[in-house]
């Protein structure tokens, strides 16, 4: 798992992950599930993308994607989240 840092601090979780230097980015593949807040977001492949600071900017969800909060379920084949 990778703990990134944005406003508030959220967990990736996946069977593979990697992380490119040059473009400041994480792919996570199998079984990815992400923690935010009272978030729970769950996909097949995520990818983030990172700002110059490391700090997330977004994470795009693909495949069968899933998004749980207190407010209800999204689910999409694509689900993109602005990092603030």
Do not use: C, W
Not at 43 to 52: H, M, R
Not at 57 to 77: C, H, M, P, Q
């Amino acid at each position: 798992y990778v703990t990134s840092v944005a406003a508030d601090p959220f967990t990736i979780r996946s069977d593979v992950q990697q992380y490119d230097n040059a473009s400041k980015s994480v792919a996570a593949a199998g079984g990815v599930t992400v923690h935010y807040q009272d978030t729970v977001a769950s996909s097949p492949k995520a990818l983030l993308a990172t700002g110059p600071d490391g700090k997330a900017e977004k994470i795009t969800f693909l495949g069968g994607s899933r998004l749980k909060n207190k407010d209800g379920d999204v689910n999409a084949d694509k689900i993109t989240i602005m990092i603030a």
